[in-house]
């Protein structure tokens, strides 16, 4: 990464700018905050949301997977030839 560290200001000015993002400001979940959520559009949400969350664990196991892959086949050897 080429870029500099943001000053202090800069970078609290950008990552409250990332609050306007929160998933909790989607208008369906403001429906579903609200309780004016159907039956159908409730279940179709916990199915999802379970979905996701039994997800998560299988996306790290294969993250951390390829980075040992990638940590062993590439960046060791590189670095044993540059100490050479």
Known sequence: ???????????????????????NLHPFHRRMDAGELDRDE???????RFY????IPLKDAAI???TTVLVTV????????VRS
């Not at 990464?1 to 998933?23: K, N, V």
């Not at 409730?42 to 999802?48: D, F, G």
């Open 1 to 23: 990464m080429t870029d500099a560290p943001l000053a202090p200001d800069e970078f609290i000015s950008r990552l409250r700018a990332q609050g306007g993002r929160y998933h």
């Open 42 to 48: 409730l279940q179709r949400w916990v199915t999802n």
């Open 52 to 55: 996701y969350q039994k997800c």
């Open 64 to 66: 951390m997977a390829s």
């Open 74 to 81: 590439l960046i060791v050897p590189w670095i044993s030839g």
